[in-house]
């Protein structure tokens, strides 16, 4: 089912979208000090004197949080560029605001201007939030159901690799150096060029054309492309079996998915699994990192090359659940992933209270840290974009994207926010909050969450039909409310549909 073009499609798609998302996420904190002295030189020149230390915290922590701003204005506007322009071209646009982050924070140094970062990485967001929707709606669009779960775990692969090479560029011996740092936002170029020319050449998601486009045709093509194979009838059909009600597709809006009763638990469990993959506490993993190797005794100098380890564990188990993941299904990973970061922080609570009095509990914290990586990579960090994925039809799943992007984002900047008071006020113990918070997802997972492995969008819809309180009749109905068609109507748009003159009989 592993076709060259999808294989193709999938690794370029992510390495322009998910991989720089990634990269955002570590690229900041080798160069911080390099950047907080730029900030303080340029301060001086403009105003005669430094900038306090309060002043200089608060322009750090805006250049690092306001990422998570532009990520949710990303995420916002991600479903009416879905609509009118596709999936495939939402993302080759997209690189518009990559390119014009990279150079605005590449050249801030040159130009003497820390606004030009501030404003690079809030236009990053706006990229990251866009590419976080739309690639991962172009790949549940484009693979088959067999391997659906696989092609969708490509985006946190991606992901993690994004934070890996984030982290080696930041070695001294690379871009670590207060000479340097402005490469590694000029770095962003790279992958955006390399999607900008192979993308291009693939075809747009084949759902798309045939149900929103309704161009037959190319959905042909497009199905052909990415399964391998010439006689594609069977798929077309199963689309427009699984869709008959959607003959004049029209989109739904936020508000139209919300209101839909046969929709319920879908939405409640993508607002629960995407807020748990934010406010579970990988972050805060992130900020104990260095303090945890300090106190284990590894020099301050060799603790960049240490941090590697964190990286490559989480790239490693993501790779894992990828493979993996059509196999044991979504939710043993995602209900597992989580029940495994419980165990985990609580040990890491308990030898971060007591690392004082036994000297070899730093190193089981070094051994918790990696393990809650490592867990939350094979099931929460990559499998809640997937499920949005395949939760919702075809003309929910842009709102669908949008509501997910949006709690992803607000979740995210609630983490920067919140946790440093959590910390101050909770020290050691603040790890049993994030470890209470994956005792409510996956709590929640495992009374409500279907399999959906190898599942078609139809066969899904039907899992949810009893829990919804809907029939799957009532619920096919209620797809579009206030548009619901008689029978005659939907049939007869059904066949004007297919039946365009360039439709096979094999199809109908």
């Known amino acids: 089912n592993w076709s060259g073009s999808l294989i193709v499609a999938s690794l370029t798609g992510a390495f322009g ?29 403009r105003y005669g004197f430094s900038v306090d230390e309060s002043t200089l915290t608060l322009l750090w922590s805006i250049t690092v949080s306001i990422f998570a701003i532009g990520g949710l204005v990303g995420a916002i506007i991600v479903t009416p560029i879905v609509k009118f322009f596709g999936r495939k071209c939402t ?11 990279a150079l605005l924070m590449s050249l801030s140094l040159l130009a003497g201007s820390f606004e ?47 934070v890996f090479t984030g982290q080696v560029l930041g070695l001294p011996e ?11 936002f000029g770095a962003i170029i790279v992958p955006s060029l390399i999607q900008v020319v192979i993308l291009p050449f693939l075809p747009e998601s084949p759902r798309y054309l045939l149900l929103e ?48 009763r046969a929709v319920r638990w879908q939405v409640v469990t993508v607002v629960v699994t995407m807020g748990c993959y934010q406010l579970c506490g990988l972050n805060a993993i992130w900020y104990y990192t260095n303090n945890i190797f300090s106190e284990a005794g590894i020099n301050r100098e060799t603790i960049p090359y240490v941090t590697l380890s964190t990286g490559a564990v989480e790239t490693l188990a993501a790779v894992f659940s990828g493979l993996v993941i059509e196999r044991l299904g979504r939710r043993p990973l995602l209900i597992g992933g989580f029940g495994l970061m419980i165990v985990f922080f609580t040990i890491l609570t308990v ?57 992803n984002w607000l979740s995210n900047f ?43 969008f139809h066969e899904i819809s039907q899992a949810f039909a009893k829990r919804n309180k809907v029939s799957l009749e009532l619920q096919e109905m209620n797809h579009y409310p206030g548009e619901r068609k008689s029978s005659a109507e939907q049939e007869s748009n ?14 109908v």
């Open 494 to 507: 059904f066949t004007s549909s297919v039946d365009n003159g360039e439709t096979k009989k094999g199809i």
């Open 91 to 101: 993302l080759l646009l997209n690189n518009v605001f990559a390119v014009t982050a």
């Open 116 to 162: 030009m970062l501030i404003l690079g990485r809030i236009i990053m967001g706006v990229d990251a939030g866009i590419s976080l929707s739309a690639l991962p709606m172009y790949l549940s669009e484009i693979s088959p159901k067999e391997i659906r779960g696989s092609l969708g775990q490509v985006t946190a692969i991606f992901i993690c690799i994004g």
């Open 17 to 45: 979208s998910s991989f720089l998302y990634g990269y955002n996420l570590s690229v900041v904190n080798a160069p911080a000090v390099y950047i907080k002295k730029f900030y303080n030189e340029t301060w001086e020149r």
């Open 174 to 184: 690379i871009f670590g150096q207060e000479s340097r740092w402005p490469y590694l």
């Open 213 to 260: 486009k309704h161009d037959t045709s190319r959905a042909e093509k497009a199905f052909q492309t990415f399964l391998g194979k010439d006689d594609v009838s069977h798929e077309v059909e199963e689309v427009l079996t699984e869709s008959r009600v959607q003959r004049n597709t029209k989109l739904v809006s936020v508000l139209q998915l919300l209101r839909t």
């Open 351 to 407: 030898s971060l209270t007591l690392q004082n009095t036994v000297y070899w509990l730093p190193y089981l914290s070094i051994f918790c840290i990696l393990a809650i990586i490592a867990s939350f990579c094979i099931g929460p960090g990559g499998i809640p974009f997937v499920l949005t994925g395949e939760f919702f039809q075809q003309s929910q799943r842009p709102a669908a994207f949008m509501i997910a992007g949006t709690v």
């Open 414 to 456: 609630a983490v920067g926010l919140l946790f440093p008071f959590i910390q101050s006020g909770l020290q050691t113990y603040c790890f049993l909050v994030f470890a209470g918070i994956c005792f409510a997802g996956a709590t929640y997972l495992f009374f409500v969450l279907p399999e959906t492995k190898n599942k078609t």
